[in-house]
């Protein structure tokens, strides 16, 4: 793999970065901008000095945004990528401010979204479009570069990447709840470089010594990530996640808010589409998806399609990353490398992983039952595609891929044991089966589903 497709100078991935930015991002805008940044400050429902901002009063945001000054000319002559990534974030959160502020107050009224904004001013949708292009992603609030990846600020700069240590550049609703949603996801990729690491390690690997200590490193990793994934439950409480969540909400896929699109003024006559933040845009999913070999098991149809094309909202460094690994770990090579040297230890590590990857998928699935299902009944999710589907959909093809590794692994294996570990995904199986069926229709029960994952002692929290 050439590691020098995959950086762009804010984003590179590999065994010391990962997923995450080369150094930190720009905390505040530089002088220049300082009519932009002061915007930024007061925006939230809650400000830095505890005091209500522009997104707590109805019909202050547009006011705002009607005097905002134009920067195109002076965003058209920026080189530097840090700055051309904190502009990005800027306006990515201006624009949806600034756009679902409607749906916003809709919501506060009668828990339901309402009608978005369908234009989008020129002194925003101008000067965004132009930094947009020169990161070469769709001009829309996205997770790398605004939300999430390219949003913290360390608290105490000798300190990691835990949530507790980091606040954010930009902020929608202020509170604490979206400042541990957000930077949980910072957290959690901070294990990344060793997932990369792993991966790198395993592509330049020669005997099953080799590949297995790859899958060692890969399997630590993942556990990790789980571990840091488990804390969304005290970082950022479910109840609390419509606080924030309509402002993520994309144009594409949300008819019932946006209608058929958005018109960027001064920029594109007809109404464009765009999707929305997702945390299914972050890439340690997906990397470990096709490492594996899981994509092999991805079924065909819209909701694969829909996965696929959110690779699209990536960085384009990162999407030639994961287009890369695709092309080294294809006809699932890692399994078939696996079978073919008839390493046992790699199998037994390969479904730990696999296991690895059900729980942050079933984890995932628990949030969205409780942060989003019973929190309201509006079907979609921030990027657009089908609420109740979209996780099982994955889910599935992780627990087919096990289903067949665990046939190889042998009745009295020495690094395994495979009863134990047969009933357990036996149990996983089940726990599907049994939610799909209570989610059949429209009239479901969000507390039901979540309740068997307790019952099968799967829960996440």
């Not at 009668?110 to 132009?130: D, M, T």
């Not at 960085?315 to 390493?343: A, G, T, V, Y």
Request: charged share 25%.
């Amino acid at each position: 793999m050439n590691l020098d497709r995959y950086s762009d100078n804010f984003f590179e991935v590999n065994h010391l970065n990962g997923f995450l930015p080369k150094k930190s991002p720009l905390a505040v805008l530089p002088e220049r901008y300082s009519e932009l940044q002061v915007l930024i400050d007061e925006m939230p429902i809650k400000k830095a000095n505890g005091q209500g901002g522009l997104l707590s009063i109805e019909g202050a945001i547009e006011d705002a945004v009607k005097k905002l000054k134009n920067y195109k000319d002076l965003v058209k002559n920026e080189d530097d990528i840090f700055i051309n990534q904190a502009l990005f974030r800027a306006y990515a959160f201006l624009t949806s401010a600034y756009l679902l502020a409607p749906s916003h107050f809709s919501f506060q009224k009668n828990k339901k979204y309402g009608k978005a904004h369908r234009l989008l001013p020129a002194q925003l949708s101008e000067p965004f479009v132009l930094v947009s292009e020169k990161l070469d992603v769709f001009p829309f609030i996205d997770y790398h570069y605004a939300y999430s990846l390219g949003n913290y600020v360390k608290i105490d700069n000798s300190k990691g990447y835990e949530w507790e240590n980091l606040a954010m550049a930009a902020k929608f609703s202020g509170m604490d709840d979206e400042r541990g949603f957000i930077m949980l996801h910072v957290d959690i990729n901070q294990h990344s470089p060793q997932l990369v690491g792993s991966i790198l390690d395993f592509l330049k690997s020669n005997d099953n010594s080799g590949v297995n200590q790859s899958l060692n490193n890969c399997l630590s990793s993942m556990k990790s990530i789980n571990e840091r994934r488990q804390i969304m439950w005290q970082a950022s409480r479910w109840k609390h996640y419509n606080d924030f969540r309509v402002f993520i909400m994309g144009i594409k896929g949300n008819d019932e808010i946006f209608g058929d699109g958005v018109i960027y003024e001064g920029v594109s006559e007809e109404p464009v589409q765009y999707r929305g933040q997702t945390g299914a845009q972050d890439n340690i999913i997906p990397t470990a998806d096709i490492f594996t070999g899981v994509i092999d098991y991805y079924p065909s149809n819209d909701l694969t399609k829909y996965l696929l094309d959110l690779r699209s909202y990536r960085p384009k460094c990162i999407q030639n990353f994961l287009s890369d690994l695709k092309d080294e770990m294809k006809e699932n090579r890692l399994f078939n490398s696996i079978k073919k040297s008839e390493n046992e230890e790699g199998l037994c590590l390969l479904i730990q992983i696999l296991d690895e990857i059900y729980y942050f998928r079933n984890g995932h699935w628990q949030f969205v039952q409780k942060y989003i299902m019973a929190n309201t009944k509006y079907a979609k999710a921030t990027g657009g595609t089908p609420i109740i589907s979209w996780i099982p959909n994955q889910i599935t093809a992780v627990l087919n891929y096990m289903s067949d590794v665990l046939e190889l692994i042998p009745n009295n294996s020495s690094f395994l044991d495979k009863d134990l570990f047969s009933q357990q995904l036996s149990k996983k199986i089940t726990l599907l089966d049994k939610q799909l069926q209570l989610l059949h229709g429209n009239s479901y029960n969000a507390e039901d589903v979540f309740a068997l994952n307790k019952k099968l002692k799967l829960n996440d929290d």
